[in-house]
């Protein structure tokens, strides 16, 4: 039977993926993608996946978790598959997959769609769910302690140093997207505002009024968020309110920084908390929401599959297809991200080795499908409308009549009145230079949820997107700021004992700022750059999270030979192979090109020789000493990643060699095996409620 | 009739339990539970509200949400 159904699954795969292929000049609808891509994960899960868990990973039912072996019902909990699988899919989903493909649809809807389904399905799914088994086997250690463990110090310092670059960037990024979608925009800024109280208010209400009543709390702080959403409306048509909301970027910026510190020494539940329940709750249904509207509405992709961009002169961001889209599309093809998530908090609640595939290899499948809606909701745009919305005032300039007239000489026609239209339509003054995908993202989403559930209600559905987008980057922005001061108190603590202490009062306001200058100095600059900054800074994120990656698969490659299953090290080996070939040729550009559009020395050089020149208009001349630092800046960053990322890889292959010439290697730290006793957990069980305990 | 209306009755309790679980809201009951069936443990058990501050500062204390 399930030969049968495979059969059926590869023809379906087969004839999807040759008609997307193959409609090449007319528009195709996004019923064939969204097949496609079910048809392929359902393959990969069913096969790819069921034999890795299987005889790679060797999944041993038989052997107890530390879910059960420490089962305290607090932390260690085991937990029934689909439930432990929501929680680790909400933990990994993040806006990683939303922004990624919207950039990379410069380059046509089909290359970044297969890297979507392939680099899933060959590397995340399989990356994600190594390092959940491996962890689980080891206690719940996190990715930096096996890396210690396993190869040895150089890896665990290399992921330690890499995890908190990263976390840098990714803020800053985030940061970025924010502030261009609320610049100019009194709505969304208005909107995004009302959701600090709202969060506040939950927070309060769970820890004080009614402790730990999630859903309750959650259901309150939804709908007033989707009040603030209508009462931003409200403040747009108003107006003295809306000159109140309407900034400039430079001082939200401000406010994204001051929020971030803020947020970060607040204690955990006043803000953190309860943002985060929110945001988790309007993410999934969002996710759902997108995935419905998608099937119902079933919209026609008028991207074409591949736009001439793919030579290098794209200008959402230069580079060529190879090697810049596989580091533009992490999250949602292979993010290293997730080796920390799936290292540490899910490994406590697998209640058996069995469940990992459902768990590791499933989860990351729904995070690449949410890769492949981004991707749907970016290409149905007129191209043009896409790459007015997505391209910097510095590529095509801020008069909105010359920017359609260079969009239009790319072969993609759009007019100043269709742009005005659509912005009045979202309730925006504007929508020419909104880079950084949210702003494109939720047009699209809009136009999707807007002709599926009600035409009229489209500045409505722009700004639900918009506050669904923000919710949850800056819920990402706090945790990460955290949890990058925790690395850094760690650090510092060898300098200085009490600052180490996480809880020292100072040290946690030092290092909170610390983090937030790191990630703040990247926003300012990201902001002040006229191109944008999203093609500067998304590279850059891009590459440290495929370098995190190729740490990861690396410790899953150095365990899996000493383990002795060498013969099958080539399932963590081929993606890490592809993961090193296309990072490293990405930095060696990013550092060396000679195309200022590429590389950042050159357009360092080219700045400063235009500004010796006396070539810049004034206010360019003011920012260009800084742009032009920044961009030494940031190819010094690349060549520390690249050689963190070698550093790691040459450590795996020493481990490797002695192991296979059978010199000593550093001792497993696999937990010993002992047997599963546990009973199949019910999916929900029938817990009394307060009072009769 | 009746058993149409009590199957319904019964299929929305369990979607709300379900519902409960998932999001975590049933977690102190879950711990009362586990702390009443396994009897391996010290002390008296902690109030909802500890149990919840707990939990909450375990949470947040590593990486839990990616990009």
């Known amino acids: 039977m399930t030969k049968i159904g495979g059969v059926i699954l590869a023809v379906a795969a087969a004839v999807a993926l040759a008609g997307m292929a193959l409609h090449r000049h007319e528009p195709i609808n996004a019923l064939w993608i969204v097949t496609a891509a079910v048809c392929v994960y359902a393959l990969g899960y069913r096969f790819y996946g069921a034999w890795v868990a299987a005889r790679v990973l060797a999944v041993d039912p038989s052997r107890a978790t530390p879910a059960e072996r420490y089962d305290n019902g607090r932390d260690f909990v085991p937990t029934h598959r689909w439930i432990a699988f929501g929680h680790h899919f909400a933990a990994i989903a993040g806006p990683g997959p939303l922004v990624g493909p919207t950039l990379a649809a410069q380059f046509g809807y089909l290359p970044g769609t297969l890297w979507i389904l392939a680099g899933a399905v060959f590397g995340g799914c399989v990356q994600d769910m190594t390092i959940l088994l491996l962890s689980t086997r080891r206690d719940g250690r996190s990715l930096g302690q096996m890396a210690r463990d396993e190869l040895g110090p150089l890896g665990g310092f290399a992921a330690l140093i890499g995890t908190l670059l990263i976390m840098i960037l990714l803020i800053a990024v985030l940061g970025l997207v924010v502030v261009n979608a609320m610049k100019h925009s009194p709505w969304s800024t208005a909107t995004i505002f009302a959701t600090v109280p709202v969060a506040l208010l939950v927070g309060v209400h769970l820890r004080r009024l009614r402790p730990g009543r999630i859903l309750e709390a959650s259901g309150i702080g939804v709908a007033l968020v989707l009040l603030a959403v209508l009462g931003g409306g409200w403040i747009d048509h108003h107006e003295a309110l809306r000159r109140l909301f309407d900034w400039p970027s430079l001082p939200l910026a401000g406010f994204v920084i001051g929020y971030g510190w803020i947020a970060a020494i607040l204690p955990v539940w006043l803000l953190l908390a309860p943002r985060d329940y929110l945001s988790t709750f309007l993410k999934l249904g969002t996710v759902a929401l997108l995935a419905i509207a998608i099937v119902l509405l079933h919209p026609q992709i008028k991207m074409p599959a591949l736009t001439s961009f793919t030579d290098g002169h794209g200008p959402i961001f230069g580079g060529k297809i190879f090697p810049f889209l596989f580091i533009t599309i992490a999250c949602g093809a292979v993010s290293g991200f997730h080796a920390l998530v799936a290292s540490g908090t899910t490994p406590k609640l697998i209640a058996s080795e069995s469940d990992v595939r459902l768990i590791g290899y499933g989860s990351m499948m729904l995070e690449s499908f949410v890769a492949v809606m981004a991707m749907i909701a970016a290409t149905l745009l007129d191209p043009g409308v896409f790459f007015a919305i997505n391209t910097g005032a510095g590529v095509v300039g801020s008069a909105p009549a010359a920017a359609v007239h260079t969009i239009s000489s790319w072969g993609f026609p759009v007019t100043v009145q269709q742009m005005q239209a659509l912005a009045h339509q979202m309730g925006e003054t504007t929508l020419f230079a909104r880079t950084g995908g949210a702003p494109s993202l939720a047009v699209g989403m809009a136009s999707i949820f807007g002709s599926t559930f009600g035409r009229g209600l489209l500045g409505l559905w722009y700004h639900f997107a918009i506050m669904f987008e923000a919710v949850f980057i800056l819920s990402t922005l706090d945790a990460g700021t955290r949890v990058g001061r925790f690395m850094l108190q760690d650090l510092r603590g060898h300098v200085y004992a009490p600052l180490g202490r996480t809880s020292w009062y100072p040290s946690v306001l030092i290092s909170s700022a610390l983090v937030v200058g790191g990630w703040g100095y990247f926003l300012y600059v990201g902001v002040i750059d006229p191109n944008g900054g999203v093609n500067i800074l998304w590279p850059l994120f891009g590459i440290a999270n495929q370098m995190l990656a190729a740490i990861a698969l690396s410790v899953a490659t150095g365990i899996l030979v000493k383990s002795g299953r060498a013969r099958y090290a080539w399932v963590t080996l081929l993606p890490l192979a592809w993961l090193a070939i296309v990072t490293t040729d990405a930095a060696w550009q990013k550092v060396a090109s000679a195309d200022p559009r590429i590389g950042l020395i050159a357009a360092a050089h080219a700045l400063a020789q235009h500004l010796a020149a006396g070539a810049l208009p004034a206010q360019a001349a003011a920012v260009a000493p800084q742009l032009i630092f920044n961009q030494r800046l940031d190819a010094w960053l690349t060549a520390v990643f690249t050689a963190v990322l070698w550093l790691v890889i040459l450590d795996m292959a020493r481990v490797c060699v002695r192991k296979l010439r059978g010199l000593p290697v550093p001792a497993s730290s696999e937990a010993p095996y002992r047997r599963a006793r546990l009973q199949p957990i019910a999916l929900a069980g029938n817990f009394p409620e307060e009072g009769s305990t | ?67």
């Open chain 2, 1 to 67: 009739m009746r058993r149409v209306l009590r199957s319904i009755g019964r299929a929305t309790a369990a979607a709300v339990r379900l519902v409960r679980t998932a999001a975590g809201d049933d977690a102190y009951e879950r711990y009362l539970t586990h702390r009443a069936v396994t009897h391996a443990h010290t002390g008296p058990a902690l109030s909802r509200r500890a149990f919840y501050e707990e939990r909450e500062r375990a949470k947040w204390s590593g990486v839990t949400r990616c990009c």
